[in-house]
């Protein structure tokens, strides 16, 4: 059997956390943020996670994970 292809954009954003889960980085927070209140700004610092719908296609994006 061949191997299988890790997609590029997905291992690049994402990480595989000890118990399984799904880990990045919110985006929006590199340019224009002049005009964002800190409010909106603030939760974007902490890190998220992909949410149960998603969680088993972007695991097939990433095989040897």
Request: net charge positive; aromatic share 4%.
């Amino acid at each position: 059997m061949p191997k299988l292809k890790t997609n590029s954009c997905a291992k690049k954003r994402i990480k595989v956390t000890a118990s399984g889960k799904l880990k990045y980085k919110r985006p929006g927070l590199r340019h224009l943020l002049h005009q964002e209140s800190s409010n909106l700004k603030r939760p974007k610092r902490k890190a998220a996670y992909v949410d149960h719908a998603n969680a088993k296609n972007v695991k097939l994006m990433l095989p040897y994970n």
